[in-house]
């Protein structure tokens, strides 16, 4: 079982910045998914950023160019750096680990509210 613990949302003006975090702990073995998803009121789950196997990056097309993953493996930590925010990313932000002996843990999620 991998727990995960979100932190760093919260309210930010539009052109903001917010750095989100997602400790993971437990059976933290051949992880290979480490991602950031979001869902806004009245919308689906959507995958924001994911980094796959430690080394590629993948991102929405929406957030490209504002957002950046990244990993600290001696921390088991996942990184979302979150730049030029919108109130169209205005969402609640789960955390996503998956791993090779086929676990899927969700963290609680941690809120990001962009508005002026």
């Known amino acids: 079982q991998v727990q995960l613990v979100e932190s760093g949302g919260g309210l930010v003006q539009p052109g903001g910045s917010l750095r989100l975090s997602c400790v993971a702990s437990g059976s933290m073995f051949n992880v290979y998914f480490m991602g950031w998803y979001r869902q806004a009121p009245g919308k689906q789950r959507e995958l924001v950023a994911a980094t796959i196997a430690g080394t590629s990056a993948n991102y929405a097309d929406s957030v490209k160019g504002r957002f950046t993953i990244s990993r600290d493996n001696a921390k088991n930590t996942v990184y979302l750096q979150m730049n030029r925010l919108s109130p169209e990313d205005t969402a609640v932000y789960y955390c996503?680990?998956?791993?090779?002996?086929?676990?899927?843990?969700w963290g609680q999620g941690t809120q990001v509210t962009v508005s002026s």
């Open positions: 996503n680990v998956q791993t090779l002996q086929g676990i899927d843990s």
